[in-house]
């Protein structure tokens, strides 16, 4: 059984995707899917030559997988980030 999500779920799917600090388990905890299927959703939703792009550079990063990890980092952002209102990230 698919998910469907709506256009401002997707949006937000793919940008914490794309953060490096936003590991997987934070979209999985967040939205129910896995990692696969965060994958199957930047495939299908990005230009294949972006994709590839993010894929090369999410591959193996520890900070993408938590448990590569090291263990003082227990957070989903970075703690420069400042609050995250709707699907924006505030500028600082």
């Known amino acids: 059984m698919e ?3 709506t256009e401002r ?3 937000r799917i793919i940008e914490m995707a794309w953060e ?3 590991p997987f388990d934070a979209i999985t905890f ?3 899917i896995s990692e696969q299927e965060t994958l199957e959703i930047m495939r299908k ?3 294949p030559s972006s994709f590839r792009m993010w894929r090369k550079r999410v591959q193996g990063r520890s900070t993408k997988h ?4 090291t263990d003082d980092v227990n957070r989903f952002k970075c703690s ?4 995250i209102s709707g ?3 505030s500028k600082r």
């Open 3 to 5: 998910k469907t999500f």
């Open 9 to 11: 779920e997707l949006d």
């Open 20 to 22: 490096d600090r936003t």
């Open 30 to 32: 967040q939205f129910g």
């Open 45 to 47: 939703e990005m230009k």
């Open 66 to 69: 938590a448990k590569l990890r």
């Open 80 to 83: 420069r980030q400042r609050h």
């Open 87 to 89: 699907n924006k990230v």
